[in-house]
C-alpha cells in the first residue's frame, strides 16, 4: 500500500515470544538454554515476554546469548497502591528491554482499555522500555466488515501523545483476537492487508518516515508451519508468538523463517 519490499528490509524484524502463563522459573531456564543455540545467529531480534516470576531467571540464563527479554504487561504508576501490578522501573531495574502491552487477552479478562493501554505505553516509553503495543479486531467485528474502523480507533487511542521521536522504540502487533489460541490462522493475504492499514495510519499520525520505520508483527497463531508466508508479505515484520514459543525447535523455525525473509 505504501511500502516496497525494499523498505521492509531497513525496518528491523522481530521475533517475540509471549509465554502467557506458563513455565516456572526452573522450566524457563531450561526452555531458554534449550532455544539459545537453536537461534544464535538469528539475523533478527529475538525476544522471550515472560511471566513476572521467571524474568529474573530468565535475565540471567540469557546473559551472553541474542536473546533479549520482555514482560507482559506493566502498570503506568511508579508506585503506588495498586496489589498484583508490575511498575516500569522495576522491570527496567532488573533488565528487562520489552514489554507487550494491551494483550487481546488483557483487555478480554482483565478490563484492559484502550485508555489503559495509552497511560502504560507511556510510562513504558518514559522507563527506556520497548513497548509491544497489541491491537485486533473481535470475529463479530470483522464479520461486520469494520475491521478498519476497529483498528484506527484503537491505534489512535492507544498512541495518543506518543511523539515521533518515540515511536522508534513501539512495535505494533496486529493480532486478530478470533485468531489468538483458536488455532486459527488469517491467511497471509489478510494479515498483509491490516498490516498495511495500520502503516497506512501510522502515516496519518505521524508521516511517513515514522510509517516507514516502525515494526508491524502479526500475532494470530503463527508457528513453525505458516510463518514463511506470513513473514514474507512487505508489512508483516515479525511475530508475536504464542504456544509455538514454548517448543524451542517450533520457535526457532519461525525465528530463521523471519531470517530468511530479513535476508531477501
Known amino acids: 500500500m505504501i511500502l516496497d519490499a525494499l523498505t521492509k528490509n531497513l525496518r528491523k524484524t522481530i521475533i517475540a ?8 522459573p526452573s522450566e524457563a531456564k531450561a526452555l531458554l538454554e534449550e532455544i539459545a543455540p537453536l537461534v544464535k545467529d538469528a539475523d533478527c531480534e529475538v525476544v522471550a515476554c515472560v511471566p ?3 524474568l529474573a531467571t530468565a535475565i540471567e540464563a540469557t546473559k551472553g546469548t541474542n536473546i533479549k527479554i520482555g514482560a507482559e504487561n506493566c502498570h503506568w504508576e511508579e508506585s503506588g497502591a495498586y496489589t498484583g501490578e508490575i511498575s516500569t522501573g522495576m522491570l527496567k531495574e532488573l533488565g528487562v528491554e520489552y514489554v507487550v502491552i494491551g494483550h487481546s487477552e488483557r483487555r478480554q479478562y482483565f478490563g484492559e482499555t484502550d485508555e489503559t493501554v495509552n497511560k502504560r505505553t507511556k510510562a513504558a516509553l518514559k522507563a527506556g522500555l520497548k513497548p509491544i503495543v497489541c491491537v485486533g479486531e473481535l470475529l463479530w467485528e470483522r464479520e461486520c466488515n469494520i475491521t478498519n474502523e ?11 501523545d506518543v511523539s515521533a521521536e518515540d515511536m522508534m522504540n513501539v512495535t505494533i502487533a496486529y493480532e486478530p483476537v478470533w485468531a489468538i489460541g483458536t488455532g486459527k490462522t488469517a491467511t497471509a493475504e489478510q494479515a498483509e492487508e491490516v498490516c498495511a492499514f495500520i502503516r497506512l495510519c501510522l502515516k496519518g499520525l505521524y508521516g511517513l518516515e515514522v510509517a516507514e520505520s516502525v515494526t508491524i508483527q502479526y500475532g494470530g497463531s503463527m508457528n513453525d508451519k505458516n510463518a514463511g508466508e506470513l513473514l514474507m508479505k512487505t508489512n508483516v515484520d515479525g511475530g508475536l508468538i504464542g504456544g509455538a514459543s514454548l517448543v524451542a525447535e517450533k520457535f526457532a523455525a519461525i525465528v530463521d523463517a523471519a531470517s530468511r525473509s530479513y535476508e531477501e
Open 150 to 160: 476497529v483498528i484506527a480507533r484503537q491505534i489512535k487511542l492507544d498512541l495518543w
Open 17 to 24: 515470544g509471549n509465554w502467557k502463563m506458563n513455565k516456572t
Open 52 to 54: 513476572y516470576v521467571d
